[in-house]
């Protein structure tokens, strides 16, 4: 039974003149887990979201370092099974679905 304690994403865009940088920072705590993303678009301040998802609504979610270990699953059994669909934050971090 693995579960994601803490995840960090990033993303860099090196556009001139405004390079764009994201984070998206998950962490899991009692209650369930809280996504906090931030933005810095050039010069301009610094913009932050949480978000928070009670436990309930992520049973079955499946993070990208889950994701990763799962296809490697899969690629060696060489089969899916039908209909593999999985709770899944998108790099908004937004609630979506994640379907093999």
Request: a negative charge; aromatic letters at 4%.
């Amino acid at each position: 039974q693995l579960e994601t304690l803490e995840q960090e994403e990033q993303e860099c865009l090196e556009l001139r003149p405004y390079p764009t940088e994201k984070r998206i920072h998950i962490v899991s705590q009692e209650r369930g887990l809280t996504a906090t993303k931030t933005l810095q678009e050039g010069e301009a301040e610094l913009q932050s979201q949480s978000f928070c998802y009670s436990r309930a609504m992520l049973r079955g979610l499946l993070l990208e370092g889950a994701s990763l270990l799962l296809l490697r699953v899969l690629a060696r059994r060489q089969t899916l099974p039908p209909n593999l669909v999985f709770p899944a934050i998108d790099t908004e971090g937004d609630l979506c679905t994640s379907s093999y």
